[in-house]
């Protein structure tokens, strides 16, 4: 008896003694990691912040690659745009229309993907990976002709729309994973206690899993914020352009300039980095959990 006691016992410590020398063996690679990481994406901005301090005579001097006198000159000049304060205003509402109606349709079909186990979940998921993997540039003439009939072209609306087809899959293959974090049993005690299933959908579900509704919308807006092709092409007049085709303004048959684009990358990336401050422990749990379940 006491040989099967010792037995167990060892049996039991094990996993915690693999699970400590795994802790032991990762922490000496974790940290040459998060430097690589931190490197490979750090530098790049560094290198937009310095070349948007840099005057055009700077810009292509070797010798004036750390070594400059900054001036903010570009920045002066992108400010005193009034381009700028439209295509902001732009980009807002189109990433936020975008949030609103992707969620709309990608919470309750992750919700229904993440409670049906059928052939059609099969087929229902595995359609939705072939409409991620479709180009983007793919859908711009269809789109263009059906938009000209419609009258949506050179509208807020179309571009909206154009977002939201492109993103519901990508929602709903993220919503999914939470909905089905959630047990069974809740839903099954909800009905018992009289609650239909609008009423269990909204009342139970929704708030169990409002982090995973909140990283969604948080990705889709990144994502939205950033779309450029659609803007480009749907929209006729560039007055009416978002931030993202303001930037490729920039860039003409005369030249780059070099110290007025990056100093709009700066400014057009202090919103995203302002909700990545405030939604970082959201987006970390969100889709941590998300991996997880």
């Given at each position: ?286 889709l941590t959990l998300g991996a997880v379940k």
């Amino acid at each position: 008896m006491s040989n099967t006691v010792d037995r167990t016992a060892r049996m039991t410590n094990k996993p915690s003694r693999m699970s400590a020398l795994w802790r032991k063996l990762k922490s000496p690679v974790a940290t040459p990691l998060r430097l690589v990481l931190f490197l490979i994406y750090g530098i790049p901005l560094l290198w937009i912040v310095l070349t948007s301090l840099k005057s055009p005579r700077d810009v292509i001097s070797s010798q004036s690659s750390f070594v400059f006198a900054p001036t903010l000159e570009a920045y002066s000049e992108a400010l005193g745009n009034s381009g700028l304060y439209t295509a902001l205003q732009q980009s807002l509402v189109i990433a936020t229309g975008t949030v609103i109606f992707t969620l709309l349709l990608a919470v309750p079909a992750g919700y229904g993907l993440a409670r049906v186990n059928s052939r059609i979940t099969t087929v229902g998921l595995g359609m939705l990976i072939v409409l991620q993997m479709l180009p983007q540039t793919s859908n711009v003439i269809p789109l263009y002709q059906i938009f000209g009939q419609w009258n949506l072209l050179n509208t807020n609306a179309g571009v909206i729309i154009a977002d939201t087809a492109m993103l519901v899959p990508f929602g709903v293959l993220l919503m999914r994973p939470f909905f089905r974090a959630v047990p069974v049993a809740l839903e099954e005690a909800a009905n018992l206690d009289g609650a239909g299933t609008f009423r269990t959908f909204f009342s139970v579900m929704m708030p169990i899993a409002r982090n995973g509704i909140a990283t969604t919308g948080t990705l889709i807006f990144l994502l939205a914020w950033g779309e450029f092709l659609y803007a480009v092409n749907f929209f006729l007049t560039p007055n009416n352009y978002p931030l993202s085709a303001l930037l490729a303004q920039q860039v003409s048959a005369f030249g780059i300039d070099w110290p007025g684009l990056m100093a709009l990358a700066v400014i057009t990336s202090l919103p995203i980095m302002v909700l990545f401050a405030f939604t970082y422990r959201l987006l970390r749990e969100g889709l941590t959990l998300g991996a997880v379940k």
